[in-house]
């Protein structure tokens, strides 16, 4: 019903900048919250940012000043531009959207598969 398309994933040295970006497709009528969530080997899955569908963000203490998110509603994407990575930013990036499909009544969370994220020198 709805997929989704991250890209931007990648290797970069410490201090460095990616930027990642969702790009939801389907049946969609209305998306109201996007996010980045991400899950470090043996760790839990966790939220890194948030973004309502009036441009109300929150961030993950351990990645406020240094991530920004952002969403385009006419093209049905959310980025998070991540800088000053650390070596702690590795993990797995996934997003969400929570949407409503046409044919539905309320509205789901959808997840992208995944893109991967790491920090080393």
């Known amino acids: 019903q709805v997929q989704l398309e991250e890209s931007g994933g990648g290797v970069v040295q410490p201090g460095g900048s990616l930027r990642l970006s969702c790009a939801a497709s389907g049946r969609i009528l209305s998306i109201t919250t996007m996010g980045w969530y991400r899950q470090a080997p043996g760790q839990q899955r966790e939220l890194v940012a948030g973004?309502?569908?009036?441009?109300?963000?929150n961030y993950a203490d351990s990645v406020n000043g240094r991530f920004t998110i952002s969403r385009d509603d006419a093209k049905n994407t959310v980025y998070l531009q991540m800088n000053s990575l650390e070596p702690e930013d590795t993990a797995i990036y996934s997003c969400?959207?929570?949407?409503?499909?046409?044919?539905?009544?309320?509205?789901?969370?959808?997840w992208g598969q995944g893109t991967q994220v790491t920090v080393s020198s």
């Open positions: 969400n959207v929570r949407a409503l499909v046409v044919g539905a009544s309320t509205y789901d969370n959808y």
């Open positions: 973004i309502t569908i009036a441009g109300r963000t």
